[in-house]
């Protein structure tokens, strides 16, 4: 068996259920699989071939599931930059309660400490 046909056939029966096409990608039945390709050919839609030499093969399913994160995550980005930045005295009151809390907390614990020890 040639290595043409060998790499097909094995994503054939990788694949559960089979390859994912379009009328049934990005339902929940769909496959959703990634496979590693060390060497291989691809053969496209107008019968011309192209050799891929390494990278992942991703199902149609999952392909339309990172594209749409990807485009969750730009919105999610783009809207983050828009945001007002968050006021530097905002930061300094923060620092400032967490430093109080801990000398606070410390203090307690030291005074707890030394009358335990002077019993």
Do not use: H, I, Y
């Not at 990788?14 to 060497?39: F, I, K, M, N």
């Not at 053969?43 to 891929?52: E, I, K, M, Q, R």
């Not at 999952?62 to 980005?77: C, G």
């Not at 109080?100 to 335990?116: N, P, R, S």
């Amino acid at each position: 068996m040639t290595r043409a046909f060998a790499l097909p056939l094995a994503l054939c029966l990788a694949l559960p259920g089979g390859v994912a096409r379009g009328q049934d990608a990005g339902t929940d039945d769909a496959p959703r699989v990634a496979l590693p390709v060390r060497e291989g050919t691809l053969v496209l839609d107008d019968g011309s071939s192209a050799v891929v030499d390494g990278g992942v093969w991703l199902s149609e399913a999952l392909l339309l599931d990172v594209a749409k994160e990807k485009a969750r995550l730009k919105a999610e980005n783009e809207a983050l930059r828009q945001a007002p930045p968050v006021a530097p005295w905002g930061v300094v009151v923060a620092v400032a309660a967490a430093l109080t809390l801990g000398l606070a907390t410390g203090a307690w614990v030291g005074v707890e400490a030394c009358q335990a020890w002077c019993r």
